[in-house]
C-alpha cells in the first residue's frame, strides 16, 4: 500500500460511494442470509418487544426491545424494525461524526469493515450500542479538552452510561473503565468527572439488579453464575481466537471444523494486533485517544475474565464490536499519518471480501419468510404462542424456530423430547413436511 492523497472532491466522491456501498451491503447480508441474520437471542429481543409491557424474561435489559417496540407503530413487524435499527445505528454515527468531526473517516473506514456491516445487519443489540459507544467517547473529549463544566460532564457521562446498561449489562464494562481512567487521572482536571460517572453507573446496575432483575427473576444470579465453566486454557484459546477474528479487517469468521483457511484468518488478524501495538507504543497519542485505548482494554481485559464466573458465549466479533470500535478508529487515524487516503482501500477490500463471502453462502430470506407465512397462516399460528423443540439450538432445528420468528416473535423454545408428542409444539419435521426451506449448507 502506497500513500496517496486525493483532491478534496474526489476524496468526498470517494466517500458518498464507500457510504453507499456500505448501505448496499448491510442490506444484502440480511436477504442473502436463509434466516434474516438472526440467532437465538435475536428471538428473546423481537418476543420481548412483541409482548411488552408483558415482561418474560431478564436476560437482556429491555433498551433494545424497547426500540424495536417504538418502531413498530409506525406499521413495521419485529424484524424488520431491528433491520431499521442497525441502519439507522449506521446513520447515525456518519452524521454525527461528520458534524462533529471526530474521527468521521476513520469511523466511516470502520463501519464499512466486514464485521461491522455483519453488526449492523443483525437482530442484535449490539448495533444500537455502537452510536451511543461514539456519543460516549465524544463526551469523554469534550471533558478533556475542558469544554464542558465538570457538572454537565458528570451528567453526559452517566446518561451514557446508564443508556448503555439499559442496552447491554456487558456496558458495566465501560463504567468500570471510566473509574479506572478517573483513578489513573488523579490530579488531572478531569479526573472526577470519569471516576464519579463510572461509580454512579456501577450505583445505577446495582439498583437495577434489585428493582428489576430479581423482581422479575429471582433466579438469574443461580442461573448464569457459575463458576469454572471452562477450563483457562479453553478460554485462553477462545480469547485469541476471537481477538484476531474481531481485528481481522477482512474475515470475522473462522471455520468451526477447522481447517487450513483459519491459519489466514487468524493470522491476518494477529499480524493486524501486533501492527495496532506497535503503532500505539511508537506513536503520539492524544489525552482522548489514551482515554479510549484504555476504555476499550479494560473492557476487553473483563470481557474475559467475566468468563470464569458468568455464563456468556465465547468472545467473538459481535460481542466485542462495542469495545473494539474505538481500537480500530484510533489505530486508522495513525494509518491514515503514513497512508493518506490510500487508507480507504481497506474499507474497499474488506466489503469485497464481504461481499465474496455473502454471496458464496447465499440464501434467500425473502422466499424463506414467504414460505414460512403460508405455513403460520394455514396453521393458523400467524399470531398464536408458539412453541418449538430444538435438541440442539445451533443446528437446523434451531434456524427453523429463528426463521419462523422473523414472522411470528412469540415463539418459546424446548428441549424437552416429550413435548414433541404435543399436537401444539413445532418441529423443524412437522413445520418442513409441508414447506419447503431453503438453507444454506456452505456455512
Known sequence: MISIKLNSKYEKILQVFLIITTYVMIILRFLLNEKGRVNPDSIRYMRQADMFPVIDNTTAPLGYSLFIKFFTFFGLDEFWSS??????????????????????????????LFSFVSIYSYTMSEALTLPFVILFFYTARQIIKNRISQVKGILYLSLLLIILLNIRYSALFFCVGSLIFGVMKIGKHYWKSFAISG????????????????????????????????????????????????????????????????????????????????????????????????????????????????????????????????????FLRRIFLFFDDATYSIAFLSLLTGFVFTWLSKGNYLDNRKSITQFLTSEKLIDKELKFYVKDQFDNDGQTAELISTVNPRIYITAKASDTLKKDVLTRYKVEKKINIKKNNYQ
Open 199 to 330: 461509580f454512579l453507573g456501577i450505583g445505577f446496575y446495582g439498583l437495577y439488579k434489585i428493582i428489576f432483575i430479581d423482581y422479575f427473576n429471582k433466579d438469574y444470579v443461580n442461573i448464569f453464575l457459575e463458576i469454572g465453566l471452562k477450563s483457562t486454557p479453553q478460554l485462553l484459546l477462545e480469547l485469541f481466537q476471537g481477538l484476531t477474528t474481531t481485528f481481522n479487517p477482512f474475515i470475522h469468521i473462522a471455520d468451526p471444523n477447522g481447517g487450513i483457511i483459519n491459519y489466514g484468518i487468524y493470522g491476518i488478524g494477529a499480524i493486524t494486533i501486533m501492527i495496532m501495538v506497535f503503532l500505539f507504543i511508537r506513536a503520539k497519542i492524544s489525552e482522548t485517544e489514551k482515554f479510549i485505548l484504555i476504555i476499550s482494554s479494560v473492557t476487553i481485559i473483563l470481557s474475559y475474565f467475566v468468563q470464569y464466573v458468568y455464563s456468556v458465549n465465547a468472545i467473538d466479533y459481535r460481542l466485542l464490536a462495542p469495545f473494539s470500535i474505538g481500537i480500530w478508529i484510533v
Open 83 to 112: 433491520k431499521l435499527i442497525g441502519i439507522l445505528a449506521y446513520t447515525f454515527i456518519l452524521i454525527f461524526a461528520y458534524k462533529k468531526r471526530f474521527f468521521f473517516k476513520e469511523l466511516l473506514i470502520t463501519s464499512a
